[in-house]
């Protein structure tokens, strides 16, 4: 065995429960061939001991049952003709019948050139019965190998609902080789491999073979994770309502946990995702899949810290936000959205890029969104950035998260024309979790003692524990009550009321 380039058989035994794989393979029944081509597949069943480029079948993985379509370059590199297709196409479809997730390997040169537009036509069977599994709200995983390319990474490679490269694969759609003969000069260097691919946010990691296993395994505890069916009320101690300008100057401070020391220290199972699958990657913001307790969820959040160090928040970060929601509704898992936002960027790549569009298709998305979410201000909720995560079943807040069209410094402008009437502007526009809260627009407020940074773990703990309560509660919440919830929490409130309260 090559342990950095196992072929199917024993990629199947590194990944699937010792002993638990049962083959779904039965004869290849072989298409009217050429003589050469009749030889050719002669040889490749001698040299592998397979029927086909493909092996299908089921097994366990940690005890879940899993469906799996491996492919076998030593087949004919891997090609895929018509007979193939089928097997695919079948495993796909029992996989569906029998609400198995399902992981794909594929290892492939493309579709099967003796066989012609046949086979390359098959392609778009195996797409729509990919189509029809994930619609069933069943886990698609894809694993790329070196090589996959051509039809084959062009349909069923391609979409997965995690999408996993092995180190160094060549992927891609047009082959180098295929490139050099017909433009006459090398396709650039470097360009189709996996790590290149992961830094545009096209796969989500970069694993050797040998540990697809424990990542799978994560996945399918937090996919399988269904969560308590009566929530367990969390500990509910606001503290004291701070003064807003202190509110803000306090969720500033560089030592403030953000949403990656939440999900280190109040989440398990966590499996960070990278990018769109559309060739962005963004660090502002972060999509992952994990558990809280005992619910499996998808969490998008807003980085605090990437923000700081790596640039404002962009389109990009909104659009790798709307792929955590599209995953969430896939899947059936529920959404929790991380608020922690100075705002978005002011440049003019980001008008070009669309970020206005970006913040209208994520309240679209959170309003729509067929599963049950909850939105967590963790602690500067600056403008639309802030508000494109907002729309929720549930709003939790931490006791210095606030949220406001502006900073209180452009409030401050465009009221005053300078900055120094900030601190005024804070305290005049209800901005506060406890303002929030009383208005009805936050469920429950989250304390710190006194202040996050200074208490990350505990602070980490009880919010974690909030999150894990409301998402009870928003699943056993009325579906069809949902959009009106969720444009409830994101409406504007009366100023008036909060300036009374005040007064008073």
Request: hydrophobic share 45%; proline share 7%.
């Amino acid at each position: 065995m090559n342990g950095d380039r196992p072929d199917a058989h024993e990629l199947i035994a590194l990944t699937l429960d010792p002993g638990s794989f049962v083959s779904w393979d039965g004869d290849a029944q072989q298409p009217a061939v050429t003589e050469e081509y009749a030889r050719q597949l002669v040889e490749a069943r001698e040299r592998t001991g397979l029927s086909e480029s493909v092996v299908t079948g089921a097994g366990t993985l940690n005890g879940h049952p899993v469906a799996v379509i491996v492919g076998e370059f030593g087949f004919l590199a891997g090609s895929i003709g018509t007979v193939a297709a089928d097997r695919i196409t079948a495993a796909l479809r029992r996989a569906t019948a029998e609400r198995l997730p399902v992981l794909a390997a594929p290892v492939s040169g493309g579709t099967r050139m003796q066989e012609g537009t046949a086979a390359f036509t098959r392609m778009v069977d195996i797409t729509a019965a990919v189509v029809d599994h994930k619609a069933a709200g069943l886990l698609y995983l894809v694993y790329q190998r070196h090589p996959t390319t051509g039809g084959v990474f062009a349909s069923w490679g391609s979409l997965g609902h995690i999408t996993v490269a092995q180190p160094g694969a060549l992927i891609g759609f047009l082959g180098p080789k295929v490139y050099a003969a017909l433009h006459g000069r090398e396709f650039p260097p470097g360009v189709q491999s996996a790590e290149n691919l992961l830094a545009h946010g096209l796969v989500d990691a970069v694993l050797e073979p040998r540990h697809l296993r424990p990542m799978i395994a994560r996945v399918l505890s937090i996919v399988s994770a269904s969560g308590s069916s009566t929530p367990v009320e969390a500990p509910s101690s606001a503290g004291d309502e701070p003064d807003a300008w202190d509110a803000v100057l306090i969720s500033r401070r560089p030592g403030r946990p953000g949403v990656r020391t939440l999900l280190r220290i109040a989440a398990t199972d966590v499996v960070p995702l990278s990018g769109t699958s559309e060739g962005e990657t963004e660090k502002a913001s972060t999509v992952s899949l994990a558990r809280i307790g005992d619910h499996g969820v998808v969490v998008v959040g807003l980085d605090r810290h990437a923000q700081s160090f790596d640039g404002p928040l962009g389109p990009g970060a909104l659009r790798q936000a709307r792929r955590g929601m599209a995953l969430a509704a896939e899947l059936g898992l529920p959404l929790v959205t991380i608020i922690d936002t100075p705002g978005a960027a002011l440049s003019r790549e980001a008008e070009e890029g669309g970020l206005g569009g970006e913040i209208a298709r994520c309240l679209a998305a959170l309003i729509t969104l067929p599963v049950p979410t909850v939105s967590v201000i963790m602690g500067q909720g600056t403008g639309g950035a802030a508000l494109a995560l907002l729309p929720a079943d549930r709003v939790i807040a931490a006791r210095h998260g606030w949220l406001a069209p502006l900073p209180p410094e452009g409030a401050s402008v465009i009221r005053h024309g300078d900055i120094e009437h900030a601190a005024a502007m804070a305290r005049a526009q209800g901005i506060t979790a406890h303002q929030l809260h009383r208005q009805g627009l936050v469920d429950a407020v989250v304390d710190e003692q006194p202040s996050a940074e200074l208490e990350p773990e505990q602070f980490c703990r009880r919010l974690g524990e909030q999150i894990r309560e409301q998402i009870t509660h928003a699943r056993l919440a009325d579906p069809s009550g949902r959009a009106a919830r969720r444009a409830r929490h994101a409406q504007p409130f009366r100023i008036d009321e909060e300036v009374d309260h005040a007064r008073a």
